[in-house]
Nanobody, 117 residues
Framework: QVQLVESGGGLVQPGGSLTLSCETSGFTFSSYDMRWYRQPPGKERELVAM????????STANSVKGRFTISRDNAKNTVILRMSSLKPEDTAVYYCHATGWPGGPYWGQGTQVTVSS
């Protein structure tokens, strides 16, 4: 059974930091590119960051560049999103996403991040 379980969300003040984790199981994690998406209230889901299966290449959206970092631990089947200098506009539900072979794509259930004073 494929599972992607996000954690680490919560309420944080502007300028603060949070680290999101996505623990996975049920598929060959090291063969899958991983992405973090987010969906702000009342808006479309958007891509935040991506990391290739071997961790050799990453990319981030312009809106979070220099503030968010994606990484992965293939030994622990986990992908991490480190977020700093958070802004109110970063408020969203954050989702973990896996694409690869032979199955998927797979989605997590999401974790809420709220940036507010």
């Amino acid at each position: 059974q494929v599972q992607l379980v996000e954690s680490g969300g919560g309420l944080v003040q502007p300028g603060g930091s949070l680290t999101l984790s996505c623990e996975t199981s049920g598929f060959t994690f090291s063969s899958y590119d991983m992405r973090w998406y987010r969906q702000p209230p009342g808006k479309e889901r958007e891509l935040v960051a991506m990391i290739t299966a071997d961790g050799g290449r990453t990319s981030t959206a312009n809106s979070v560049k220099g503030r968010f970092t994606i990484s992965r631990d293939n030994a622990k089947n986990t992908v991490i999103l480190r977020m700093s200098s958070l802004k109110p506009e970063d408020t969203a539900v954050y989702y973990c996403h896996a694409t690869g072979w032979p199955g998927g794509p797979y989605w997590g259930q999401g974790t809420q991040v709220t940036v507010s004073s």
